[in-house]
């Protein structure tokens, strides 16, 4: 049960903005942080009065165990801007929901949905100029919590800190990605914490990844743990394949993370009548497509890549290319999910939130 608090939000406005420094048109993905931050403090057993201050570093003491056992979750949201300037929110309800199912995961106390929301209408109200209209535009808007409490006994900690910083954000991919199937390395296990959003499984993706990218490709697609014959994700994005018209993707399990694109995708399918078969897919199942011109595309889907496409996929010694095509289920998509986003096309799924 996630209780409500009713204390206010503590706010100290930044004295000048950073905003005239940003060239927003060559924005590199989550380098550039917005003017505040949110933070609240858990002490003493329950969520204190939230803050809203301008953004800054943190003191916390190096012995604070998120530093030595990474006991900390985060998601990943964006706020979208329509042409008259009204904000907007993809399905926030699902990311409030999976910051708490992680949170649990890692021994984490809940955090209240009312302080979650109110921090997040304020911070962005705030920071309302860092949004920008025009489709491929957004800010990223990354909740985190970390474990503060200094101590080194490997057990959760008493105190935590709840974060939420703002970003402005294009295109995290700016090209078709090139993605090796894993074959040695795995990014989870069952009964593991592949689910949900771990800091710690992002980490251990980084040395097989720079492996990777040695060979000339992007990102990896992990297959499962223990027989690495299926595909599941791509650690920064859920995967999908298409086989001639037909989209498969893995279902949701232990290892996989729950991805909001990804039901998002699922549904915007559904309601254009294209099959999309959400069960297990098999490394042979796509080799064999590619090597039978059956295999027409694979994308990625998730909050900061959105839908980005696979330019080519690589198996032990084998490289596949795939086609490149006009009419793409991955474009379909990124426009489908943008005009969403960007109130220039009817919500009936009810996903967009406005920030008021
Ligand atoms: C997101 O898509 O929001 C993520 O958290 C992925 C991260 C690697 C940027």
Redesign the pocket.
């Known amino acids: 049960m996630v209780t409500n608090y009713t204390e206010e939000i503590v706010i100290e406005k930044a004295q000048n903005t950073k905003i005239t420094d940003v060239d927003f048109a060559n924005i590199a993905?989550?380098r550039v942080f917005t003017d505040h931050m949110f933070t609240c403090d858990f002490e003493d057993g329950k969520w204190q009065i939230p803050k809203i201050t301008p953004y800054q570093a943190m003191s916390i003491e190096p012995s604070a165990r998120v530093f030595h056992y990474g006991q900390a979750v985060?998601?990943?949201?964006k706020a979208y801007k329509d042409a008259d300037d009204n904000v907007f929110l993809f399905r926030p309800d699902q990311n409030f929901a999976r910051i708490n199912k992680s949170a649990a995961r890692l021994a984490i106390p809940e955090f209240p949905e009312n302080y979650f929301f109110k921090g997040l209408e304020t911070l962005l109200n705030l920071d309302k100029n860092w949004i920008k209209s025009g489709l491929g535009n957004s800010l990223?808007i990354?909740p985190f919590v970390i474990a503060t409490e200094p101590a080194i006994s490997a057990s959760p900690a008493a105190t935590y800190r709840f974060i939420i910083i703002c970003s402005p954000a294009k295109a995290?991919y700016n090209q078709p990605v090139r993605v090796l199937f894993a074959r040695k390395y795995s990014r989870s296990a069952d009964g593991g914490v592949g689910f949900v959003?771990a800091a710690g499984n992002?980490a251990a993706q980084f040395y097989p990844t720079s492996l990777a990218q040695q060979k000339g490709f992007q990102q990896i697609i992990w297959t499962d743990a223990s027989t690495h014959k299926n595909l599941e994700e791509a650690?920064?994005?859920n995967i999908f394949f298409r086989i001639n018209d037909k989209l498969i993707t893995a279902p949701n399990n232990d290892r996989i993370l729950d991805g909001v694109?990804r039901k998002s995708v699922i549904q915007l399918a559904a309601d254009l009548n294209i099959d999309c078969e959400v069960r297990p897919v098999s490394v042979h199942e796509i080799k064999t497509a590619a090597k039978e011109g059956d295999l027409k595309e694979i994308f990625g889907a998730?909050?900061?890549?959105v839908i980005s496409p696979v330019s080519a996929f690589g198996h032990a010694d084998d490289v596949f290319d795939l086609p490149q095509l006009d009419n793409s289920y991955a474009m379909l998509f990124k426009e489908k999910l943008m005009h969403i986003q960007h109130n220039l096309a009817e919500d009936k799924h009810g996903w967009r939130y406005e920030v008021k």
Do not use: I, L, N, S
């Open positions: 993905f989550g985060f998601e990943g949201m990223y990354r995290y959003k992002y650690g920064t994005m694109t998730g909050t900061a890549a």
